[in-house]
């Protein structure tokens, strides 16, 4: 039930609703509850595959964009576009940053960026981001 926890807290942090699940995931190190590499796993696995809705709404934001419950604004999905094309694909190393990042995931879906690379970058900056996270909680930095 733990890591089922940690990483459905991981995954709606990910998508464009508010969360944390960085203090859940310390919480959880400090009071050494769980395996480090299973709690690693099931935040990384869940921040991931809410990055992967958010690319997928990003895949058919033309069709939703106008809609009243279209969880982003315009200037958010402005600046987040900008931010895309500025730095290019490998700013998805990033993902993880709050406020750009989940727009960021959503834009890389609205360009239709290679769903392989997309995934590959976000999983690598996501994954060494917890790994930094559980470091730090465990005294290990």
Avoid: C
Avoid at 82 to 91: D, R
Avoid at 119 to 133: H, I
């Amino acid at each position: 039930m733990l890591y089922i926890s940690l990483f459905f807290s991981a995954l709606i942090s990910a998508t464009l609703l508010p969360a944390s699940s960085e203090l859940l995931l310390s919480g959880l190190v400090v009071k050494q509850h769980g395996e480090l590499f299973l709690l690693w796993l099931s935040a990384t696995t869940g921040n991931v595959l809410g990055s992967v809705i958010n690319y997928y709404l990003g895949t058919i934001v033309s069709r939703v964009e106008d809609k009243r419950w279209f969880p982003v604004s315009k200037p958010a999905m402005s600046k987040a576009q900008h931010q895309f094309e500025k730095y290019g694909v490998y700013s998805l190393l990033f993902a993880w940053v709050p406020v750009v990042g989940d727009p960021l995931t959503l834009v890389a879906g609205v360009f239709r960026t290679r769903f392989s690379l997309f995934l590959l970058l976000v999983a690598a900056g996501k994954g060494l981001r917890y790994a930094v996270v559980i470091g730090l909680a465990a005294g290990f930095m």
